[in-house]
């Protein structure tokens, strides 16, 4: 709730963050029933190691907490697509893959276009929070313009085409 305080609405016009918050309020409400498991919040291009014999690997677990599966996915989907130039069909080879292992229901998979809006709100809220205190450093500072962009093309596209792209609709 702080941290909306620092959201940049005067560049972002197509997101009003109390309704992203009251959207994921409703998502957690909804989930009750759903499993929970550790979601990493933070997988993305620089926490993804690749060995020499070609073992993947996940590092840096400081923001680990216990949530919602759907969290997982869509934290990694917004990551992911982001880092690709917001390349929707990432985010669908993303889906494909987790979705290989992991089942999901139609309804938790109606949830994540809310949650990647709101984890790229969140983190250009939170990242806004340290280059205003002036404690940013410039991979902070890149990430949240970067972010910035790719949210307001995200809410540019709107659900219709991100759920057409990202889960085949």
Known sequence: EEAKQHFPRDEIKNVNVDSVILSLKKIENELKEYPR????????????IVTDDGELGIIDFNDTILSYRIFDLGHCIAYMTEAQQSDLMVGRYVLEGYSSVIK???????????????????????GREQVNAGAANDYVKKCVADNIAFLQQLSN???????????GN
Do not use: C, P
């Not at 979601?39 to 993305?44: A, C, L, M, P, R």
């Not at 596209?157 to 889960?167: A, H, P, S, Y």
């Open 37 to 48: 498991q550790l979601v990493h919040t933070d997988v993305n291009e620089y926490n993804i």
């Open 104 to 126: 999901l229901s139609d309804k938790e998979l109606s949830m994540l276009y809310d949650i990647v809006i709101a984890r790229f709100t969140l983190s250009i809220s939170l």
């Open 157 to 167: 596209w709107g659900r219709e085409k991100f759920d057409e792209v990202i889960l």
